[in-house]
C-alpha cells in the first residue's frame, strides 16, 4: 500500500481530483487498521477465530427473525447485502466497510473528530472492477457478487477467502445515496482491507493511504463547510442536524463576536 503523507488540504484536493472513478474511506486515527466494525468487535470479545464464521451467521440469523417487527416489508432481511446494509445503518457490526465516491465526505469523517493524525484511503475501483486474486484468477468480482442468492454463505462468511467486491446494494437507502456510498466487503476478517489487496494481480496500484496532520484540521474542515458537506447533508433527518450542531460550534463569523462583545460591554453594570 501506497503511503502519502500531506502537508496542505491542496495537496489533498489535487490528488484525488485526479483519481477518477475511485473510491474514498476516512479514518478518524492514521494508526487505525483499515478492518470492519466486525472484525474490531470480534478481535476484543471473541478472539478465537474459528468460531467466528458461527458468530457472523448466528447475528444475521437474530438480526431477519426480530428486525421484522419494525419494518413494513420483510424483503430486504432476504436478500444479504442489503440485510447487511440495514444492521450497518443502524449500528450493528458487520463486515461492510463504508466507502463513498467522495474524497471530501471521506475527508469530513476522518477529520470532524479527530484529535490526532487522521488518514483517507483511496480504493482503485477502475483497476479492481476486472482484477482478481493470484490464488484463483476466476474469482472476479462478478463472480462473487454478494447480490446473488447464496454467494454471501459461499465466498466471505466462510471466511477462508482472501477476497474483496465492492459495490452497492440493488436498493439503497436515503443515507447512502446521500454519502455517494458504497460498501467493500471483503472474504476474511482476520487481515486489514490493505493485505488482502497485496494478494490482488492488477497493473497500477489499488489503494492509497493519504495521511491528513491534524494541523490541516482547521482549513480543510472549513473548506468543507462551504461545500455544505455536514452531518446536516450526510444524514439528512433530525439526527444528522443535531451531529451538525458540532461543528456550528467551532463556526462563529469575526461579525457575530465583534457584536457579542459590543452587546456584553454594553450590558456589564
Not at 446494494?169 to 472474504?187: I, K, N, T, W
Not at 493485505?195 to 489499488?206: F, H, K, N, Q, T
Not at 461579525?255 to 460591554?265: D, M
Request: glycine fraction near 4%; charged fraction near 20%; proline fraction near 6%.
Amino acid at each position: 500500500m501506497e503511503v502519502r503523507r500531506l502537508s496542505k488540504w491542496s495537496e489533498f484536493v489535487e490528488l484525488t481530483e485526479a483519481q477518477t472513478g475511485w473510491a474514498f474511506r476516512g479514518e478518524v486515527s492514521a494508526q487505525w487498521p483499515l478492518v470492519s466494525s466486525l472484525t474490531r468487535r470480534l478481535q476484543v470479545y471473541a478472539p478465537d477465530s474459528t468460531l467466528w464464521p458461527l458468530r457472523e451467521e448466528r447475528s444475521l440469523r437474530v438480526f431477519r427473525r426480530k428486525a421484522h417487527i419494525y419494518r413494513t416489508s420483510a424483503a430486504a432481511l432476504q436478500d444479504d447485502l442489503r440485510c447487511l446494509a440495514l444492521m450497518q445503518h443502524h449500528g450493528a457490526p458487520t463486515r461492510l466497510l463504508d466507502f463513498t465516491k467522495s474524497p471530501y465526505v471521506a475527508a469530513f469523517f476522518a477529520l470532524e473528530d479527530a484529535v490526532t493524525d487522521a488518514a483517507v484511503y483511496a480504493l482503485n475501483t477502475p483497476a479492481l472492477w476486472s482484477a482478481s486474486p493470484s490464488f484463483d484468477p476466476a474469482l472476479t468480482r462478478e463472480v462473487i457478487d454478494p447480490r446473488v442468492a447464496g454467494n454471501f454463505e459461499k465466498y466471505f462468511m466462510v471466511n477462508q477467502l482472501p477476497v474483496v467486491w465492492f459495490g452497492e446494494p440493488l436498493e439503497m437507502d436515503q443515507r447512502l445515496v446521500a454519502q455517494s456510498g458504497l460498501f467493500v466487503l471483503p472474504g476474511v476478517l482476520d487481515q486489514p482491507l490493505h493485505r488482502i489487496l497485496d494478494g490482488y494481480v492488477a497493473d497500477e496500484p489499488v489503494i492509497v493511504k493519504y495521511v491528513l496532520p491534524l494541523d490541516m484540521r482547521a482549513q480543510a474542515m472549513q473548506s468543507l463547510y462551504r461545500m455544505n458537506v455536514t452531518n446536516a447533508t450526510l444524514f439528512p433527518d433530525l439526527d444528522g442536524l443535531a451531529r451538525s450542531m458540532a461543528y456550528e460550534l467551532e463556526v462563529v463569523w469575526e461579525r457575530l463576536i465583534a457584536e457579542y462583545h459590543v452587546r456584553t460591554n454594553v450590558q456589564r453594570p
